[in-house]
């Protein structure tokens, strides 16, 4: 099964969701699509099952909870470790940004919404434990550099410039990462 579960990721990243399908994760995990069918009903399934153990964003939150805690030295690094930690996870795993893509494009589809659910649950647990203030709308804030980090990331492969950022260039992405981190430390 964690073959297969691979071979969706890496044809994933390959193609996109819109362009995968059984034989092609058949192929790629060098089993007979017959296996897919019989184990997880179809595509659907199999697809329902790679978002279900595959998400690498409730994965990453799930971590950095269990690594971090309330008494760390500095609650303002912390949430600059964890958004810049956020940026490195998803620019380094092609599957999440095309799940991302395929979410922003199929937004009535079932399991679109359940991976909704699921992301938010986990965001929203970190945001209980290291995002709150009295002074400011830290949830606000992080959704904003969220969303924004997600879609530098989205129009990079086709999008080599952002304003006066080369998307291709990993001393922008340090200046986003130093970004970042000016943003919280004014809000303090």
Same mark, same amino acid.
């Given at each position: 099964?964690?073959?297969?579960?691979?071979?969706?990721?890496?044809?994933?990243?390959?193609?996109?969701?819109?362009?995968?399908?059984?034989?092609?994760?058949?192929?790629?995990?060098?089993?007979?699509?017959?296996?897919?069918?019989?184990?997880?009903?179809?595509?659907?399934?199999?697809?329902?099952?790679?978002? #279900?153990?595959?998400?690498?964003?409730?994965?990453?939150?799930?971590?950095?909870?269990?690594?971090? #805690?309330?008494?760390?030295?500095?609650?303002?690094?912390?949430?600059?470790?964890?958004?810049?930690?956020?940026?490195?996870?998803?620019?380094?795993?092609?599957?999440?940004?095309?799940?991302?893509?395929?979410?922003?494009? &199929?937004?009535?589809?079932?399991?679109?919404?359940?991976?909704?659910?699921?992301?938010?649950?986990?965001?929203?647990?970190?945001?209980?434990?290291?995002?709150?203030?009295?002074?400011?709308?830290?949830?606000?804030?992080?959704?904003?550099?969220? &969303?924004?980090?997600?879609?530098?990331?989205?129009?990079?492969? &086709?999008?080599?410039?952002?304003?006066?950022?080369?998307?291709?260039?990993?001393?922008?992405?340090?200046?986003?990462?130093?970004?970042?981190?000016?943003?919280?430390?004014?809000?303090?």
């Amino acid at each position: 099964m964690a073959r297969l579960l691979q071979a969706v990721g890496e044809v994933i990243s390959e193609r996109g969701v819109n362009r995968v399908g059984i034989n092609a994760v058949a192929e790629k995990a060098g089993v007979n699509k017959v296996l897919i069918y019989r184990y997880f009903g179809g595509w659907e399934g199999l697809l329902q099952q790679f978002l #279900t153990e595959g998400n690498f964003l409730t994965d990453y939150n799930k971590q950095f909870l269990d690594t971090n #805690t309330e008494a760390a030295p500095s609650p303002c690094q912390i949430r600059i470790d964890y958004l810049k930690g956020l940026l490195r996870q998803l620019k380094n795993h092609p599957p999440a940004q095309e799940m991302l893509k395929w979410e922003i494009s &199929s937004p009535s589809s079932a399991l679109s919404q359940q991976l909704v659910l699921s992301r938010n649950e986990s965001y929203q647990k970190v945001l209980d434990k290291f995002f709150h203030s009295d002074q400011e709308d830290l949830n606000a804030v992080t959704a904003l550099l969220t &969303s924004g980090i997600a879609m530098l990331l989205l129009i990079a492969p &086709s999008q080599k410039q952002f304003m006066d950022l080369n998307l291709q260039s990993e001393e922008s992405w340090k200046r986003i990462e130093h970004a970042i981190g000016r943003i919280y430390n004014s809000l303090q």
